[in-house]
């Protein structure tokens, strides 16, 4: 749990020594060293490497699922885009397949992405959702035009909500 808030913090901007002393300050007493919170720190990158770079043929896709989200890079400063891809196996389960930073929604980076799942093993799904962004829709066609494409319910809803009236 101790390493979830360390990363959670790290992911939200604070320095190493800034988590350091924020958690000697909430529990007050010294709990770790920067040295070990930059141990913590340090796999961050290895382990979404070895997630990014993963086989994925042991996962039989029924439904693909792909959007993008704008999330902040550290606390004050910019944002970047993340491509999330996950998908719902035959079985029932559910996947995360991959996150990778998009500057875009376009088709040529969301292509990219698809082709590297492939490249991993994965096999064409039965359906894609995305909602509207034509660069994820035109992807996903792309690669896979045998694949049923379908309109995300949760987008559709919130559209057709914004143009009823109260």
């Known amino acids: 749990m101790l390493t979830t808030l360390i990363v959670e913090m790290y992911a939200g901007g604070m320095s190493q020594r800034a988590i350091e002393s924020a958690l000697e300050k909430a529990l007050g007493q010294f709990v770790l060293s920067k040295r070990a919170v930059s141990d913590i720190t340090d796999r961050l990158p290895h382990e979404y490497e070895a997630f990014r770079t993963r086989d994925l043929r042991g996962h039989a896709i029924a439904s693909l699922l792909m959007d993008a989200v704008s999330e902040p890079l550290r606390r004050w400063g910019s944002k970047?885009?993340?491509?999330?891809?996950?998908?719902?196996?035959?079985?029932?389960?559910?996947?995360?397949?991959?996150?990778?930073?998009?500057?875009?929604?376009?088709?040529?980076?969301?292509?990219?992405?698809?082709?590297?799942?492939?490249?991993?093993?994965?096999?064409?799904?039965?359906?894609?959702?995305?909602?509207?962004?034509?660069?994820?829709?035109?992807?996903?066609?792309?690669?896979?035009?045998?694949?049923?494409?379908?309109?995300?319910?949760?987008?559709?809803?919130?559209?057709l909500y914004q143009k009823v009236p109260p």
Not at 84 to 99: A, E, F, H, K, N
Not at 110 to 133: F, N
């Open 80 to 159: 970047t885009g993340i491509l999330c891809v996950g998908g719902i196996c035959v079985d029932g389960r559910q996947v995360l397949l991959t996150l990778s930073t998009a500057h875009s929604e376009s088709d040529d980076s969301c292509l990219e992405v698809l082709r590297d799942l492939v490249k991993r093993g994965l096999q064409t799904p039965i359906t894609i959702t995305t909602d509207g962004a034509p660069g994820l829709s035109k992807a996903g066609e792309a690669m896979w035009p045998r694949a049923l494409r379908i309109r995300c319910w949760f987008h559709k809803m919130q559209n």
